[in-house]
């Protein structure tokens, strides 16, 4: 929504209703804005927990992204045999 029609839609607005969009939209912002944190930041965590780790630890989390992966591979399979049935 542009900038000129949020301020029209604002005014119409009774100020109870006001003050709750404007809770929303702020809340919705900070969402988005944590989000971009998170994309910017994780990848530079999991490097640094990488070099600090053990060999135990670096097996366990090996182990962890091939089950996530096989079980990616399983949902997909499975969603596939459902579209074909014309399930989804």
């Known amino acids: 929504m542009s900038g000129a029609s949020r301020e029209l839609k604002e005014r119409d607005l009774p100020p109870a209703r006001q003050a709750l969009s404007d809770s929303v939209y702020e809340n919705i912002k900070a969402m988005e804005e944590l989000f971009e944190m998170r ?50």
């Open 39 to 88: 994309q910017l930041l994780e990848p530079r965590a999991a490097a640094l927990a990488a070099v600090n780790a053990s060999e135990v630890q670096l097996d366990g989390i090996e182990r962890l992204a091939e089950e996530r992966a096989a079980a990616n591979r399983r949902r997909r399979r499975r969603h596939e045999g459902n579209r074909r049935r014309g399930r989804g």
